[in-house]
C-alpha cells in the first residue's frame, strides 16, 4: 500500500517501487488524499473543479502504466490537509488496511518529500498513525478486525531538487535500483499531461539521479537492527 497527497505523487516519488512491485506479481494499493486542485500548473483546465477531473483522469492512466492493481482518490482538499483531524484521516487509512492487508505500507517522511510540502507531511503522519492503529482492536472497533502490517517505510532522498527548500532527509536504509523500470517511472509520469512544465524543470534532477529511490525501514511488526538492503520486501 503506498499512501501520498496528490496526483502525480505515485509515479514521481514512488514510480519505481510500485513498478518493480508490480513486475514481482507483488498487488499494489495506491490512495492519493486529494485530486490536486491547487497545483501551480493548469493544463488546459478552466477552474479548478475542471483541473480536478483532469488530474484524476491522469493519476488513473499513471497507476496503469505502473502497474497498480488498485487505485482510489479521496476527497480532501489540495494545500489544507494541515486542516484535517488526523483521527478523521487516519480512520479511513486504518479501514483500508485492514481490507487490504497489506504487508509493506509506503509514505512521505515526515521532511514533506523532496519539496518539503505540508500536505506530504501530514500524509506522512495520517500514514504512521493508521500503519500502528490498524493492528491494534481497540482503536477503529467498527472498522475491521485488527491488522498489523508488517513493514512501514518512509521515502527519503541523497539529492535535493535545485532551487527549493531542501528538507531534511531522514537517513536511508533501502536503496532500489530502478534502472529496469526508470523508462516506465517517466511514461506515468508523462501520463500527468496537466503537470508537463514540472517534468521538464525536473528533468536534468532525474536524468542524474533516477536510478536509485531511497527509503528508510521506520517500523516493522518484529523487533530487528536497522540494516541497510536493496529489497523493500527482503526477508518476507
Not at 523532496?114 to 492503529?133: G, I, K, L, Q, R
Not at 508523462?190 to 517534468?199: D, I, K
Not at 527509503?215 to 518484529?222: E, F, G, P, R, S
Request: proline share 5%.
Amino acid at each position: 500500500m503506498c499512501v501520498v497527497a496528490h496526483p502525480d505523487d505515485e509515479c514521481f516519488a514512488f514510480g519505481g517501487a510500485l513498478a518493480l512491485a508490480a513486475d514481482r506479481r507483488v498487488e499494489t494499493y495506491v490512495i492519493c488524499m486529494t485530486d490536486g486542485q491547487a497545483a501551480k500548473n493548469r493544463g488546459s483546465a478552466v477552474s479548478d473543479a475542471d483541473l480536478g477531473r483532469m488530474r484524476r483522469d491522469e493519476f488513473a492512466a499513471s497507476c496503469e502504466v505502473l502497474g497498480v492493481a488498485q487505485h482510489e482518490l479521496l476527497d480532501y482538499r489540495d494545500g489544507e490537509l494541515t486542516e484535517v483531524p488526523i483521527k478523521e484521516a487516519a480512520g479511513l487509512l486504518v479501514k483500508r488496511m485492514r481490507e487490504f492487508r497489506p504487508d509493506v505500507v509506503l509514505t512521505f517522511g515526515s521532511d514533506g518529500g523532496a519539496n518539503t510540502h505540508s500536505d506530504h507531511m501530514m500524509v506522512s503522519m495520517w500514514t504512521t498513525a493508521a500503519f500502528h492503529w490498524s493492528g491494534q482492536a481497540k482503536q477503529f472497533a467498527g472498522s475491521g478486525d485488527a491488522f498489523q502490517p508488517k513493514r512501514l517505510y518512509y521515502q527519503t532522498t541523497r539529492s535535493f531538487i535545485p532551487n527549493r527548500q531542501p528538507p531534511l532527509p531522514m537517513p536511508w536504509t533501502v536503496t532500489l535500483d530502478i534502472r529496469s523500470v526508470e523508462e516506465r517511472k517517466f511514461d506515468a509520469f508523462r501520463r500527468h499531461v496537466s503537470q508537463a512544465p514540472l517534468m521538464e524543470q525536473t528533468r536534468e534532477y532525474f536524468r542524474k539521479y533516477g536510478a536509485e529511490e531511497h527509503y528508510t525501514l521506520v517500523a516493522t511488526a518484529d523487533p530487528q537492527p536497522a540494516e541497510q538492503y536493496t529489497d523493500l520486501f527482503a526477508g518476507l
